[in-house]
């Protein structure tokens, strides 16, 4: 296989979740992952958030429990695409606990936010980052 080949094998009940896999791989539209606790780090920026939806708080936020067990308030413009229980926030950093909402990947109502959160220490560790994560 080449050097810049890329293998991807996702069961059919998943396949949904490839275009958001493959957006995070181009440098032009590159989004970290994080968690509550790297929020503040990513301010101004654009990330990515694996989250459990815990209520809607009017008709624009939303209180999310993020994978490492912090809570955020995710905010938007326009109706909601947030339509299951588990979702992958794409959005810019406001402030340490806030999102506006710019997409959002629904990943159901069986999802492990802690295997999640594992991938997001990984993603920051620099042992891991550059060989695994880091944009091509």
Same mark, same amino acid.
């Given at each position: 296989?080449?050097? =810049?080949?890329?293998?991807?094998? *996702?069961?059919?009940?998943?396949?949904?979740?490839?275009?958001?896999?493959?957006?995070?791989?181009?440098?032009?539209?590159?989004?970290?992952?994080? =968690?509550?606790?790297?929020?503040?780090?990513?301010?101004?920026? &654009?990330?990515?958030?694996?989250?459990?939806?815990?209520?809607? $708080?009017?008709?624009? &936020?939303?209180?999310?429990?993020?994978?490492?067990?912090?809570?955020?308030?995710?905010?938007?413009?326009?109706?909601s695409e947030i339509t299951?229980?588990?979702?992958?926030?794409?959005?810019?950093?406001?402030?340490?606990?806030?999102?506006?909402?710019?997409?959002?990947? =629904?990943?159901?109502?069986?999802?492990? *936010?802690?295997?999640?959160?594992?991938?997001?220490?990984?993603?920051? $560790?620099?042992?891991?980052?550059?060989?695994?994560?880091?944009?091509?």
């Open positions: 296989m080449p050097n =810049n080949a890329c293998l991807i094998n *996702l069961p059919k009940d998943h396949a949904h979740l490839l275009p958001s896999i493959l957006s995070t791989m181009s440098t032009e539209h590159h989004s970290m992952r994080v =968690n509550s606790a790297k929020l503040p780090e990513w301010t101004g920026k &654009t990330v990515r958030v694996y989250c459990k939806c815990l209520k809607f $708080d009017g008709d624009n &936020t939303a209180i999310m429990e993020t994978s490492d067990g912090g809570t955020i308030r995710v905010t938007w413009a326009g109706a299951d229980t588990f979702v992958e926030v794409i959005g810019t950093v406001l402030d340490e606990q806030t999102v506006k909402l710019m997409a959002c990947v =629904n990943l159901g109502a069986d999802f492990d *936010l802690n295997l999640a959160n594992d991938m997001v220490e990984m993603m920051h $560790d620099a042992r891991f980052y550059e060989k695994l994560f880091a944009p091509v």
